[in-house]
């Protein structure tokens, strides 16, 4: 089973930047397919961006194309959403998740393994 932890949340102001990271407690953390998805109060989990097994290819929701980077290190078990030009609508827990096999995925259900999550506050 694995456990996935992210850190990197916090209080921002529109404009600003902010790293998230996830990491992994996996060995084979390198034969999943990570993804990060967020909830804002009131609403439900949506897509933000996605990775294969690789890091070949990546996908992302057309609410953050050009803003965000997801990337991955799998010799440090770790993933991580950059996060540039944040808008107040960003505001949300921030959580990543892994499936397996090596394709990425934007469907929820597609996903096994799921952290805590972690609060991203964008101020006007």
């Known amino acids: 089973q694995v456990q996935l932890v992210e850190s990197g949340g916090g209080l921002v102001q529109a404009g600003g930047s902010l790293r998230l990271s996830c990491a992994a407690s996996?060995?084979?953390?390198?034969?999943?397919?990570m993804g990060w998805f967020r909830q804002a109060a009131g609403k439900e989990r949506e897509f933000v961006a996605a990775?294969?097994?690789?890091?070949?290819?990546?996908y992302y929701a057309d609410s953050v194309k050009g803003r965000f980077t997801i990337s991955r290190d799998n010799a440090k078990r770790t993933m991580y959403l950059q996060m540039n030009s944040l808008k107040p609508e960003d505001t949300a827990v921030y959580y990543c998740?892994?499936?397996?096999?090596?394709?990425?995925?934007?469907?929820?259900?597609?996903?096994?393994?799921w952290g805590q999550g972690t609060q991203v506050t964008v101020s006007s």
């Open positions: 998740a892994a499936r397996s096999g090596g394709t990425y995925s934007t469907r929820i259900y597609e996903y096994y393994y």
């Open positions: 996996e060995r084979s953390f390198s034969s999943y397919a």
């Open positions: 990775i294969t097994w690789s890091g070949s290819s990546t």
